[in-house]
T-cell receptor
Framework: DTGVSQDPRHKITKRGQNVTFRCDPI?????LYWYRQTLGQGPEFLTY????????KSRLLSDRFSAERPKGSFSTLEIQRTEQGDSAMYLC???????????FGPGTRLTVL | GENVEQHPSTLSVQEGDSAVIKCTYS??????FPWYKQELGKRPQLIID?????GEKKDQRIAVTLNKTAKHFSLHITETQPEDSAVYFC??????????FGTGTKLQVIP
């Protein structure tokens, strides 16, 4: 499968625990985006990278959230001290530098108990 | 920042009829307008997009129109089929930056 992949697909955690998600973009896509989607809503932008540089962060991304893309390939999104309000689907997307279209991964569904 | 509004939130049509979903955006700098289809439990998938230098684009049964002056854009699906049933999101973006999504339209095509 040459599409965007995300791991894990599901994560259940207890409030206060830290979680980390991984996204592998389509090969040679230099832009990588993170979104969060709650039930019945459209995806909301969190942050995006061009290669290893983080270019923009949403106000939604509190100091408990951190994202990295150390070598300009895969990316990780970490949530520290999870809260019940963090429960959502976390979607990753990638795009080539020469086109607008963003290709989405299957998402990681986070449930915070 | 950009704000995208989408109507209606739900839409039921008979198989074979047309469906229209309308969106407005606020930021005149937006120049790329994708439409995504999302089936239950699956990832959003791009079905059609339009850039600000084009007023209309068609791909088989799907068409999108853009009115830059009014900041309106619409999705038209003709000859609807049961497999068109899904949630549709309009969105707006500036030059490959973040995409701002609408709130979604749940389309039900009744056989």
């Amino acid at each position: 499968d040459t599409g965007v992949s995300q791991d894990p697909r599901h994560k259940i955690t207890k409030r206060g625990q830290n979680v980390t998600f991984r996204c592998d973009p389509i090969s040679e896509h230099n832009r990588l985006y993170w979104y969060r989607q709650t039930l019945g809503q459209g995806p909301e932008f969190l942050t995006y990278f061009q290669n290893e540089a983080q270019l923009e962060k949403s106000r939604l991304l509190s100091d408990r959230f951190s994202a990295e893309r150390p070598k300009g390939s895969f990316s990780t999104l970490e949530i520290q001290r999870t809260e019940q309000g963090d429960s959502a689907m976390y979607l990753c997307a990638s795009s080539p530098g020469t086109a607008d279209e963003q290709f989405f991964g299957p998402g990681t569904r986070l449930t915070v108990l | 920042g950009e704000n995208v509004e989408q109507h209606p939130s739900t839409l039921s049509v008979q198989e074979g009829d047309s469906a229209v979903i309308k969106c407005t955006y606020s930021d005149s700098a937006s120049n790329y307008f994708p439409w995504y289809k999302q089936e239950l439990g699956k990832r959003p998938q791009l079905i059609i997009d339009i850039r600000s230098n084009v007023g209309e684009k068609k791909d088989q049964r799907i068409a999108v129109t853009l009115n830059k002056t009014a900041k309106h854009f619409s999705l038209h699906i003709t000859e609807t089929q049961p497999e068109d049933s899904a949630v549709y999101f309009c969105a707006a973006s500036i030059e490959r930056e973040k995409v701002t999504f609408g709130t979604g339209t749940k389309l039900q095509v009744i056989p």
